[in-house]
Antibody, heavy 119, light 106 residues
Framework: EVQLVESGGGLVQPGGSLRLSCAAS????????MSWVRQAPGKGLEWVAN????????FYVDSVKGRFTISRDNAKNSLFLQMDSLRAEDTALYYC????????????WGQGALVTVSS | SYELTQPPSVSVSPGQTARITCSGD??????VCWYQQKPGQSPVVVIY???KRPSGIPERISGSNSGNTATLTISGTQAMDEADYYC?????????FGGGTNLTVL
């Protein structure tokens, strides 16, 4: 059974940093692109970042470029999101998601990690 | 940047057909997928590559995509279909979601 379990969320002050983790199991982690998708309270889905199987390619939504860094540790079947210079508008539930092997959609999602940026 | 536009809400009577649209420039040239999200739950894909249904998704849920508009159609709508629905496509190497449509089954 495919499982994606996020951790590392919490309350952080504006300008602070936080690192999210996603533990993957039940599939060959090294075979899939992975992503982070977020959802602000009461709002819609927003894609944040993608990373290729070997970590050699990474893509970000414009609003987080230069502040967030996606990475992965294939030896530990783990995905990460380092978030720096956090802003109030980054407050959201952050989902770890697997991109299907066809490359066109997210076939598995975690339950999300809540990040709250507030003073 | 590429944008996908959905109506904020759609209402339908039980047993009737619900149609949720998603519009974007030359969207028909891209693959579109649809996610269903119920309150407090993670999204679930219900249609991918415009028209394909993952296993476990009922046949009464279907999709189409042509021109500038993709459409999610739910036939014989049931109370269990009440949820938020999001369309999604790729723009080069980035992912775009529509703003979401709240489907109410009255």
């Amino acid at each position: 059974e495919v499982q994606l379990v996020e951790s590392g969320g919490g309350l952080v002050q504006p300008g602070g940093s936080l690192r999210l983790s996603c533990a993957a199991s039940g599939f060959t982690f090294t075979s899939y692109w992975m992503s982070w998708v977020r959802q602000a309270p009461g709002k819609g889905l927003e894609w944040v970042a993608n990373i290729k199987q070997d970590g050699s390619e990474k893509f970000y939504v414009d609003s987080v470029k230069g502040r967030f860094t996606i990475s992965r540790d294939n030896a530990k079947n783990s995905l990460f999101l380092q978030m720096d210079s956090l802003r109030a508008e980054d407050t959201a539930l952050y989902y770890c998601a697997r991109i299907d092997s066809s490359g066109y959609y997210f076939d598995y999602w975690g339950q999300g990690a809540l990040v709250t940026v507030s003073s | 940047s590429y944008e996908l536009t959905q109506p904020p809400s759609v209402s339908v009577s039980p047993g009737q057909t619900a149609r949720i649209t998603c519009s974007g420039d030359k969207l028909g040239d891209k693959y579109v997928c649809w996610y269903q999200q119920k309150p407090g739950q993670s999204p679930v894909v219900v249609i991918y590559q415009d028209t394909k249904r993952p296993s476990g998704i009922p046949e009464r849920i279907s999709g189409s995509n042509s021109g500038n508009t993709a459409t999610l159609t739910i036939s014989g709508t049931q109370a269990m279909d009440e949820a938020d629905y999001y369309c999604q496509a790729w723009d080069s190497s980035t992912v775009v979601f529509g703003g979401g449509t709240n489907l109410t089954v009255l």
